[in-house]
């Protein structure tokens, strides 16, 4: 129990972050589920995904109405108003990667009883580890305000941009190689892209946690080496 | 000359609206331009485009910024806060068309030197020139606050689902039957996948302008067409 008196826009404030922390869990749920739809090729899982995020996308409506209305009634100082922007933009993205996971529950759908093997999927298997990790970390650095961990994220974003333009040149000499691979790698290839832009968004949201806690803006240009939309991969003699 | 006394609420107002149409204008011109460069294959063009996409990107950051910032200074009722939360709403959606349009520029660079048969691109080409329509009319109903114009946009997005699926197959087809398209294919797809994505947010400037000119939701599920992610192609004997 605290004897400090709350003021109800401390309260407003708690129950933001809250929601923006329940929106958080969601989320990663629906990107764990969604790739673990994709390796076993599990529709029902799949269903679920593409259902559950409906909700997600209301709390983000929910969290933004909540924000605005905020700023409206209270005319919070710099650091409140912070907190509060801090709280849409994480939503924004967390919408977004909720979007992502969907896309790729639907694909798992396409790829019913399509030639299927298992090497194909590993790849985007692995890069989905590395990147659900990221996402962890950012939201705990978003739920515990911890700056070092937010920019840590931040600075990791380029290991996941390399090997996204490994697995998109694996992936095209699959479907060179044997072009019954074409319709499952095409559909890998949107979910491996999927994949990478939640780990984007991972990172817008450690750019907003480092802004939120220190009042800084990140703005050196984040080493970008997703170089994939300039691959291109040679016919094969 | 206007005899009005102007409050300086409303040209806070009226300037958020003008920069809204400024990025309008800007994001526009980008999907115009990442187009022309595709079709065209003029690599200086797509440079333009990936340089360009960055004020388009500060601009949205801009009205964030003055959005929040009239809200918090001047406590806005229903009617205005739904104003500048719709200004907060349209650049959301038009930066991510800027990037969008990056992102296809960036394929264009990629593609340079490659085989490419003209005829693979007409339909990238053809689905483009109906969502860059799709884009005008829906900023013009923004500038002009037409509810009509904005329904319009919000009820026509089916077509450009049933476009994207009916061409998603057809590139499929062309990588399987020879594989030497498979690299421009897959990029042409990606292309065609962003030309998409750019008329979902189309359809949500349409909602978000209806909700600004009637104060109502448009909430009945816009009829989604694209089932391009449920897509496969059967491997042609």
Known sequence: MTDHIVSSFDTDLKELGRRVVEMGGQSERLVADSVQALVKRDAELAQKVIVLDGPVDLLQREIEEKAVLTIARRQPLAGDLREIVAAMRVANDLERIGDLAKNTAKRVLALTGEFHPQ????????????????????L?????????????????????????????????TYMMEDPRNISLCTHLLFCAKNIERIGDHATNIAETVHYLTTGQLLTEERPKQDTSSLTSVAFPA
């Open 119 to 138: 090497k194909l999927v590993r790849g985007v298997e692995h890069m989905s580890g590395i990147v659900l990790e990221q996402l962890k970390v950012v």
């Open 140 to 172: 705990d650095s978003y739920a515990s305000r911890d700056a070092a961990r937010a920019l840590d994220v931040w600075q990791r974003d380029g290991e996941v941009d390399v090997l996204y333009t490994s697995l998109f040149r694996e992936l095209l």
